[in-house]
């Protein structure tokens, strides 16, 4: 059986051409009924509102993680700018420079005559 192609040809006692239709297409069509048709409508109009709020709810969901790594990177950024200013603070802060600055006024260290207790 290898190698060989078998053929099968119909004949004509199993062929069978269709019956030609007595209706017309618009009678098929009217025959279905106006309750299939209200269902049928309804199913739709459901599927239409389901595929609405699944593009609603993508959408909120799609701008709230937007926002939510936008305030990240602010966040993190604001970190930053923090962690430079409190660098710059405690350097214009240390003790060295303000007695520079008051050295520069004309303030003088405190001697124990300028000390007063309060008891």
Known sequence: MSGRVYTLKPNLSTYRPPLPSKSSPKNEQEKISFKERIVEAIENF????????????TVGILYKSFVYFQLRSEKNRLMIEK????????????QEVLMNKSRALGFRAPTQQDIINLR
């Open 83 to 94: 962690n430079l200013l409190e660098k710059e603070l405690n350097k214009m802060t240390s």
């Open 46 to 57: 459901l599927l239409l509102i389901g595929v609405i709020a699944f593009l609603v709810s």
